[in-house]
């Protein structure tokens, strides 16, 4: 009974993290939404939610090594599950990022490809919205690892898109007439978008090796 509790708490610190990363991607949208319709206070606002946020994260990462080092879950899961969170981790610090990079740097973004920008970024909070979905099936249901796989798939799925997606753009922005100081700016900004679904399939991968490991 002892060693389930563990898990329990284990579990309940994990789905804790995962929420505060969910609410911090979708200020981070919010910030970038703001910027993009010249509202920059807004961005600087919600930035700073942000922070707060992924501070909040990392000390649900802390909790989560701490009830692992009680003893929580099989001896074979355990650091796969802590590099799970800390792969989870790394999706709410490049949500920061992003953040940080509009409300600091202002990157001069043309008209033209705000949308395409903005849905980027909703690109990867669909692709960590499946990456949620899977961590769910994974602490609630246990043994519906054709479920769990489904969702992966999606996340792979997903940051192809992406990666299709920021190639499209960064061709065109090099293509255009803008200094290069700007275009080199832009990039930088579409490459710490991508970097959202980069991260939730690093975790993905994660996933799947503890989900294995739990059912041996």
């Known amino acids: 009974m002892l060693i389930f509790k563990k ?14 990363t969910d609410k911090a991607l979708r200020r981070a949208r919010h910030a970038l939404e703001a910027y993009l319709a010249g509202d920059e206070g807004l961005c600087r606002e919600l930035a700073s939610k942000v922070d707060r946020l992924e501070s909040e994260a990392d000390d649900r990462k802390r909790e989560v090594r701490t009830r692992l080092f009680s003893g929580a ?3 074979q899961i355990r650091s796969d599950l802590f590099e799970l969170v800390a792969a989870m981790d790394l999706i709410a610090g490049e949500a920061e990022s992003v953040c940080r990079m509009l409300s600091e ?4 973004i043309p008209e033209r490809w705000a949308t395409p920008v903005n849905d980027l970024f909703g690109r990867g909070a669909e692709c960590f919205a499946e990456l949620k979905e899977a ?6 249901r246990k043994g519906e690892f054709e479920t769990l796989h489904a969702h992966v798939n999606q996340v792979t ?5 992406v990666d299709d997606r920021e190639e499209a753009l960064t061709r065109e922005v090099f293509a255009s007439d803008l200094p290069l100081a700007e275009k080199l ?12 679904a980069d991260r939730a399939e690093d975790a993905a991968d994660v996933l799947e090796t503890a989900a294995l490991k739990a059912v041996v």
């Open 7 to 20: 898990e329990q708490d284990a579990a309940r610190a994990v789905r804790a993290h995962l929420a505060l």
């Open 73 to 75: 879950f099989l001896p």
């Open 105 to 108: 740097e202002r990157p001069r």
């Open 135 to 140: 961590m769910g099936v994974f602490l609630g």
């Open 185 to 196: 700016h832009i990039q930088r900004l579409l490459e710490r978008i991508g970097g959202i």
């Open 157 to 161: 799925e997903i940051e192809g898109d």
